[in-house]
């Protein structure tokens, strides 16, 4: 299903621009930058089609566990972080919205940016001051991304060979 005016469905569609693309995809997950008021280098993992709860997944959601891993590897090495949160989010303003999973990269200069806070009173903060990375920032992140997914990819192909 495709809902109009669902941000997920949007960006998936084409209907909104997705800075940076999609840099990685399964048959049924798709991994891109964040787009709105969170720091650079953190990446959504979200279902292709309109689902709005780990409830609602079908067998697809057996490829959701390396998706994550290997996302979180990427975030890792490529933002360098003291910590990197794994959150779900589809909690809208009146029902619940498009499932995504935000892994997010926090680093000392993110949390001396926002006065020391960590986990929900950090994202909180940055949600609320509202300031997003720099486009040209998450392209060429996108780009390094993109390119250790396909590393990441390659190299799990030939482990199972």
Same mark, same amino acid.
């Given at each position: 299903?495709?809902?109009?005016?669902?941000?997920?469905?949007?960006?998936?569609?084409?209907?909104?621009?997705?800075?940076?693309?999609?840099?990685?995809?399964?048959?049924?997950?798709?991994?891109?930058?964040?787009?709105?008021?969170?720091?650079?280098?953190?990446?959504?993992?979200?279902?292709? %089609?309109?689902?709005?709860?780990?409830?609602?997944?079908? &067998?697809?959601?057996?490829?959701?566990?390396?998706?994550?891993? &290997?996302?979180?590897?990427?975030?890792?090495?490529?933002?360098?972080? %003291?910590?990197?949160?794994?959150?779900?989010?589809? #909690?809208?303003?009146?029902?619940?919205?498009?499932? #995504?999973?935000?892994?997010?990269?926090?680093?000392?200069?993110?949390?001396?940016?926002?006065?020391?806070?960590?986990?929900?009173?950090?994202?909180?903060?940055?949600?609320?001051?509202?300031?997003?990375?720099?486009?040209? %920032?998450?392209?060429?992140?996108?780009?390094?991304?993109? %390119?250790?997914?396909?590393?990441?990819?390659?190299?799990?192909?030939? #482990?199972?060979?």
């Amino acid at each position: 299903m495709d809902v109009t005016g669902c941000l997920g469905c949007d960006l998936l569609t084409g209907r909104r621009e997705l800075p940076g693309g999609v840099l990685r995809e399964t048959s049924a997950w798709v991994v891109n930058h964040v787009v709105g008021p969170m720091n650079l280098g953190t990446l959504i993992v979200g279902p292709r %089609e309109h689902v709005v709860a780990i409830a609602e997944l079908d &067998d697809t959601a057996a490829e959701l566990g390396p998706l994550l891993r &290997d996302t979180a590897r990427v975030v890792e090495t490529l933002c360098r972080p %003291e910590q990197t949160y794994v959150c779900m989010w589809s #909690h809208g303003r009146d029902a619940r919205k498009h499932l #995504h999973i935000a892994i997010q990269p926090v680093t000392a200069e993110v949390r001396a940016r926002y006065g020391g806070l960590r986990s929900e009173q950090l994202q909180a903060r940055m949600l609320a001051d509202g300031d997003e990375p720099d486009i040209t %920032e998450v392209e060429q992140f996108c780009e390094r991304a993109r %390119e250790l997914f396909r590393a990441i990819t390659d190299s799990s192909a030939k #482990h199972r060979s």
